[in-house]
C-alpha cells in the first residue's frame, strides 16, 4: 500500500509539471505489470521526468530498459513483486510523413558520424535508434542553426510515426557509405542540410547532407550528397520540378503564358464552362469546374487532359530544342544538379546497401563532350503518355528519360492543373 501511496505521489508530480499536451494513462494491469502509456512531443524529456519523480519518491528501483513494445527505452520500476511500467509514444501531426521519412535518412548518419557511433557496434535498428537520442544535442556540428536543430530533435521524437524499420536501416547503411568515404578521404565534419546550408553553399544547392575534408589553399573542400531512397532495381526521380520553372529558365515566361491559349479548347467544350472563365485559369474555380464534369464523364475528361498532356510536352520539347547552350546550362544546373565549387553526388539508399549512383557522373561527362541536344517523343505505338526523352550526341549516345504528368490529387489534378504539370526525370542511360 505504501509504494502505492509513492507512486501516486510521484505521478502527481510528473502530472503537475509536464507539457499540456503530454497524455498518460494505463495501458494494462496485470498480476505483477502495470504498464502506462504517456505520449509526449519530447519523449527524452518526459522519460528523464518521470524517472526523476519515481526516484524522489523512492517507488522502487528505476532502470531504462529497451524492450520489444517500443522501438524507444521504457522505464521500468520494480517495487517488490511489482513492476510499473512506462511506454512513451510520439503525439502525431505537425509534419509530412514525406519529410519525416526523409529527414531520419539524412540526419541520423550525420549525428552517428560526428559523435563515433560506428555501424559496426550497431546491434539492430532500435539499438541504432536508442543511440541517436542518447547522443543528439542542439551543439552538435551537423546542426548549422538552432531552427535545424529543434526540428532534428522532433524528427528524432517522432521516428516510429513513419517508415520506421525501413529508414532507419537506410541511415545505417548512408552511415557505412559515409565511413568508406572516410576510409579514402578523412572527414571533418558532417552537416546536415535540411534548411540551412554551410558557409559558402548555394541555399538552393541540392545537397541532403554535406562532407567537409577541410581547407586547402584557403578553400573549403566540400562535397554535397543527394539520398535518394528506393528498391534495389527501382530507378528514383532524379530531379522534380514543373513546367513553368523550365520556361522561367529560359526567359520564356510570356510563352509560358500563352499555353493557355492552346490549352483552353479542351476547356471550352466542358459543360458549365464559359468564355468568361477563361480569366479564371489557374484558379481552383475552375478547376472545380472540370472535376465535376469529371465525375460524370470520365472517358471524355481523360481523353481532354490527355491532349493537353501532348501539347504541354510539344511545347516543352520545342522550347528545349530552341537554345543549344541554354539547354546544356539547364541540363548542367538543373538535372545534373550541379554547383561550380561545391559538387555533388548522388547516393542511393536501400534495405540492403547505399550506393553512389554514378548515371549523373555519367551525364556530367556527356554533357561536357555533346554536340548534338536533341528532345523528342519516343517512337512506337506503346511509349508512354507522359515519356519524352533528351539524347546527347558527339558519336556516344545517352539518352536522358524524362516523364511530364500531373501530380496533383482531386480537383487539382490533369486539368485541375492546367498547364504547370510537374516534370521528372528518371534515368539517363547510353544508347
Request: hydrophobic share 35%; net charge positive.
Given at each position: ?8 505521489l ?24 502495470v ?12 522519460r ?9 519518491y ?5 532502470t531504462?530498459d529497451?524492450?520489444?513494445m ?37 540526419l ?17 535498428v ?8 542518447e ?14 536543430a ?56 541540392p545537397g ?8 586547402i589553399k ?17 530507378d ?7 513546367v ?24 471550352a ?17 475552375l ?22 498532356l501532348?501539347?504541354?510536352k ?28 561545391v ?24 554533357l ?62 547510353k544508347?
Amino acid at each position: 500500500m505504501n509504494d502505492l501511496i509513492q507512486l501516486n505521489l510521484a505521478l502527481n508530480e510528473f502530472q503537475a509539471n509536464k507539457e499540456v499536451d503530454d497524455i498518460i494513462e494505463v495501458k494494462n494491469a496485470g498480476a505483477k505489470v502495470v504498464a502506462y502509456e504517456i505520449k509526449s512531443k519530447d519523449r527524452s524529456k518526459t522519460r528523464d521526468d518521470v524517472e526523476a519523480a519515481l526516484k524522489k519518491y523512492r517507488v522502487g528501483t528505476v532502470t531504462t530498459d529497451l524492450m520489444a513494445m517500443s522501438s524507444f527505452a521504457v522505464t521500468n520500476c520494480k517495487s517488490g513483486q511489482m513492476t510499473y511500467r512506462f511506454i512513451y509514444k510520439p503525439i502525431r501531426g505537425g509534419m509530412s510523413q514525406t519529410t519525416l521519412n526523409a529527414s531520419i535518412t539524412e540526419l541520423f548518419p550525420c549525428i552517428a558520424f560526428e559523435t563515433g557511433i560506428k555501424s559496426n557496434q550497431i546491434k539492430n535498428v532500435k539499438d541504432f535508434y536508442n543511440k541517436i537520442i542518447e547522443n543528439n544535442s542542439p551543439n552538435l556540428n551537423c546542426y548549422l542553426n538552432a531552427k535545424d536543430a529543434a526540428a532534428g530533435k522532433e524528427f528524432i521524437d517522432k521516428a516510429e510515426t513513419g517508415k520506421f524499420q525501413e529508414k532507419v536501416q537506410n541511415a545505417i547503411n548512408v552511415l557505412r557509405w559515409i565511413e568508406s568515404v572516410n576510409k579514402k578521404h578523412p572527414i571533418e565534419k558532417v552537416y546536415w542540410g535540411y534548411r540551412a546550408k554551410p558557409q559558402g553553399v548555394m541555399a538552393n544547392h541540392p545537397g541532403d547532407i554535406f562532407l567537409y575534408f577541410g581547407t586547402i589553399k584557403g578553400k573549403k573542400q566540400i562535397l554535397g550528397v543527394s539520398l535518394k531512397a528506393g528498391g534495389e532495381t527501382t530507378d528514383e526521380p532524379k530531379l522534380n520540378t514543373y513546367v513553368k520553372p523550365i520556361f522561367d529558365f529560359y526567359g520564356k515566361t510570356s510563352d509560358y503564358e500563352k499555353l493557355k491559349d492552346k490549352l483552353w479548347p479542351q476547356y471550352a467544350v466542358i459543360p458549365g464552362i464559359t468564355d468568361d472563365d477563361k480569366k479564371l485559369w489557374g484558379t481552383q474555380a475552375l478547376a472545380r469546374k472540370t472535376y465535376a464534369f469529371e465525375q460524370q464523364d470520365e472517358q471524355t475528361y481523360n481523353e481532354l487532359y490527355d491532349k493537353n498532356l501532348e501539347i504541354i510536352k510539344d511545347e516543352l520539347i520545342k522550347l528545349l530544342n530552341s537554345n543549344f547552350s541554354k539547354t546544356k546550362s539547364w541540363l548542367l544546373e538543373k538535372v545534373a544538379q550541379q554547383q561550380q565549387d561545391v559538387p555533388l553526388v548522388v547516393v542511393k539508399t536501400t534495405m540492403r546497401t547505399a550506393r553512389r549512383d554514378k548515371s549523373s557522373d555519367l551525364l556530367v561527362e556527356a554533357l561536357a563532350a555533346a554536340d548534338k541536344i536533341i528532345a523528342s517523343k519516343p517512337e512506337g505505338t506503346s511509349r508512354s503518355k507522359q515519356a519524352w526523352n533528351i539524347v546527347l550526341d558527339d558519336g556516344i549516345t545517352v539518352q536522358l528519360d524524362f516523364t511530364t504528368r500531373t501530380n496533383k490529387v482531386g480537383a487539382m489534378h490533369k486539368m485541375g492543373q492546367f498547364s504547370n504539370l510537374a516534370v521528372k526525370f528518371n534515368k539517363v542511360k547510353k544508347k
